[in-house]
């Protein structure tokens, strides 16, 4: 099993930058392939960004491309997502999920996921 807490979420006013971070922990890092995800108040959990066990391959949502970058230190046990030029509907709470994989294709459906965060708050001001 692997534990996941997100941090670095917070307020940020629209075209700003912020970068969230997810510490991972009790297993092999660099055997799962990692995701962010996010929700919204009244909307479903949607993909943002994911990344291979190897950070080879990478997967965004088209709202995001451009914009954000999925990253992740194997020695550090953790994933990133910068976010730049955010505006308010990038507003939600970001979550950071985990699959033990070795496939280089990194799903975007959150049932593929076996192991969730906590999430961070982000808010976008106009």
């Known amino acids: 099993q692997v534990q996941l807490v997100e941090s670095g979420g917070g307020l940020v006013q629209a075209g700003g930058s912020l970068r969230v971070s997810c510490a991972a922990s009790?297993?092999?890092?660099?055997?799962?392939?990692m995701a962010w995800f996010r929700q919204a108040p009244g909307k479903e959990r949607e993909f943002v960004a994911g990344i291979s066990y190897s950070g080879r391959s990478t997967n965004y949502a088209d709202s995001v491309k451009g914009r954000f970058t999925i990253s992740r230190d194997n020695a550090k046990n953790t994933v990133y997502l910068q976010m730049n030029s955010l505006n308010p509907e990038d507003t939600a709470v970001y979550y950071c999920?985990?699959?033990?994989?070795?496939?280089?294709?990194?799903?975007?459906?959150?049932?593929?996921?076996?192991?969730w965060g906590q999430g961070t708050q982000v808010t976008v001001s106009s």
């Open positions: 009790g297993s092999i890092f660099s055997s799962y392939a």
């Open positions: 999920a985990a699959k033990r994989t070795y496939t280089q294709v990194v799903a975007a459906s959150a049932f593929t996921y076996d192991y």
